[in-house]
């Protein structure tokens, strides 16, 4: 794990800790049946017959790598962009210290799309380690939730996906290496996307998504993440067998982002 990476998931642990309860998988169950039913984040992202990329539009205002992104953005305004660009999804940074986002970013984003139709489903963006954060994810209305790899050990990677599927979330398993890959799918990882930015050195290459995602089983959705910045990488993504796209930093700095969402779509 990079030394990022790691100082992130310390941070998050010690950030967590007053909120920790044992969370049973049947409160998340009698939680999910309570709450109500979010648009199905896995349906989304399948490559709808027209053969476009389904594309992900991330709100994040800033980040390690690129410092400063858009400090002062509306997370509604950003989402009702991303929506009217005909986004599939919306992955929503929920991370303050690092990301500059807030779990009200994601309630604020969800009420406003059941407000305001069509419904698009939401990622809740951070780092997540244990089923508090889950309950909090299917709380505040998203459809996913995010199992970083590289970052987890396996029995917590197999708490955090029984816990969200018991909440009636899907899980996006990202991965940067091959051996991450293995791993997702002994877990039954069904959404797998691959982080083309390499955490040690915050370079992103999108040779990591042409080399893992060939490899992915048939029957697993496929995301390319970080990067994507031109309907030209777009369309390596695409190539390389992406059923997905998930954009964050062009997206957010560009003058009209659903102008550049389409194109990307298109690519
Ligand atoms: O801004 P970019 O390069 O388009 O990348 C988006 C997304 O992939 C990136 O924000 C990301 C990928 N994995 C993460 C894990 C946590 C926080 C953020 C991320």
Redesign the pocket.
């Given at each position: 794990m990079s030394d990022k990476l790691l100082e992130?998931m310390a941070h998050k642990r010690r950030e967590i800790a007053p909120v920790l309860r044992e969370v049973p998988l049947d409160e998340l169950r009698e939680l999910d049946a309570s709450l109500p039913r979010p648009p199905s984040f896995a349906e989304a992202l399948r490559r709808p017959d027209d053969d476009r990329l389904a594309v992900i539009a991330?709100i994040?205002r800033r980040?390690p790598?690129?410092g400063a992104?858009a400090e002062n953005a509306s997370a509604t305004e950003q989402a009702r962009r991303y929506q009217a660009a005909g986004a599939s999804a919306l992955?929503v940074?929920t991370?303050n210290k690092?990301?500059g986002g807030e779990l009200g970013d994601l309630r604020d984003v969800v009420e406003m799309l059941r407000r305001e139709p069509p419904s698009v489903p939401c990622l809740r963006?951070?780092?997540m380690l244990h089923p508090t954060q889950v309950r909090e994810a299917r709380e505040a209305g998203a459809s996913a939730i995010?199992i970083?790899v590289r970052a987890l050990d396996d029995p917590t990677i197999a708490t955090l996906y029984a816990a969200a599927q018991a909440a009636g979330l899907d899980a996006l398993f990202?991965i940067h290496e091959e051996p991450e890959l293995a791993r997702a799918l002994a877990h039954g990882a069904k959404i797998i996307?691959v982080?083309?930015?390499d955490l040690a050195v915050f370079k992103?290459d999108l040779a990591f998504s042409e080399r893992l995602i060939p490899r992915f089983p048939k029957n697993v959705i496929a995301v390319s993440?970080?990067?994507?910045?031109t309907a030209a990488d777009a369309a390596r993504a695409r190539a390389a067998g992406a059923h997905a796209i998930?954009?964050?930093?062009?997206?957010?700095r560009a003058p009209d982002p659903q102008a550049l969402l389409q194109s990307l779509a298109n690519a």
């Open positions: 992130i991330e994040k980040s790598s690129a992104i992955s940074l991370d690092y990301f963006k951070d780092f995010l970083i990202e996307g982080n083309n930015r992103t993440e970080s990067g994507i910045a998930l954009v964050g930093e062009s997206l957010m």
